[in-house]
């Protein structure tokens, strides 16, 4: 029977596991949550924190690119949305938090 199984021994008694490997498992998690809070989540609260003030300072007449891309300039704010006018005579509602950039005065007419 054991010429296809090799025979497996069991561990002696006396082969206690090191001691402090818990405290050392404990430590390693703690230690890759600090690495993960300020590789994730730090910097995304940071960009969570400008877009909401960003978003707060819009104000009539800005000129700003949405999250699908279409430039407009605000024409009317409400506390969640804002009007855009795209083209002439084309006014577009959206809601605030879709704003992905606020450009420069005078950025529409040089790209038209």
Same mark, same amino acid.
């Given at each position: 029977m054991s010429l296809f199984i090799a025979s497996a021994h069991a561990q002696t008694a006396g082969g206690q596991p090191p001691a402090g490997g818990e405290l050392f498992q404990i430590g390693f998690l703690v230690l890759l949550f600090v690495l993960f809070y300020f590789i994730a989540i730090r910097p995304q609260r940071?960009?969570?924190? $400008?877009?909401?003030? /960003?978003? %707060?300072?819009? +104000?009539? %007449?800005? $000129?700003?690119? @949405? +999250? +699908?891309?279409?430039? %407009?300039? !605000? @024409? +009317?704010?409400?506390?969640?949305?804002m009007v855009l006018n795209v083209a002439n005579n !084309?006014? /577009?509602k959206f809601q605030r938090i879709h704003v992905h950039a606020v450009l420069p005065k005078g950025t529409l007419k040089s790209i038209s």
């Open positions: 940071k960009r969570q924190k $400008e877009h909401a003030e /960003m978003v %707060g300072a819009l +104000s009539k %007449g800005d $000129e700003v690119v @949405t +999250s +699908s891309g279409i430039l %407009g300039k !605000v @024409t +009317s704010l409400d506390d969640n949305y !084309v006014e /577009m």
